[in-house]
Nanobody
Framework: VQLQASGGGLVQAGGSLRLSCAVS????????MAWHRQAPGKQRELVAT???????NYADSVEGRSTISRDNAKNSVLLQMNNLKPEDTAVYYC?????????????WGQGTQVTVSS
């Protein structure tokens, strides 16, 4: 099972980006998905989560500027980020919890770079 993230890039402050992450491989059920980020010299932090039922949660730093959503048919998660700020610059990682039969797994994507210029 692999998570493939895409959509990062260079954007000016105030701009928008849409990150996507697709889960490939044979799984029985996809549970909570999330986006984390890690800026240079800082610890990885949670950006947003979405449960299998669609409940969402956001870090205070992105609340009101970001929207996480998922497409259960495509086993994918999206993160729409608006009004980007230089402090949003980081490598963004998608994360998924899933089941294969009755076994529970977690996995991370490879990361996609987001750079916001001032």
């Amino acid at each position: 099972v692999q998570l493939q993230a895409s959509g990062g890039g260079l954007v000016q402050a105030g701009g928008s980006l849409r990150l996507s992450c697709a889960v490939s491989g044979s799984i029985s059920r996809l549970d909570t998905m999330a986006w984390h980020r890690q800026a240079p010299g800082k610890q990885r932090e949670l950006v947003a989560t979405i449960t299998s039922g669609g409940y969402t949660n956001y870090a205070d730093s992105v609340e009101g500027r970001s929207t996480i959503s998922r497409d259960n048919a495509k086993n994918s998660v999206l993160l729409q980020m608006n009004n980007l700020k230089p402090e949003d610059t980081a490598v963004y990682y998608c994360y998924a919890q899933y089941y294969i039969s009755t076994y529970y797994y977690t996995n991370w994507g490879q990361g996609t770079q987001v750079t916001v210029s001032s």
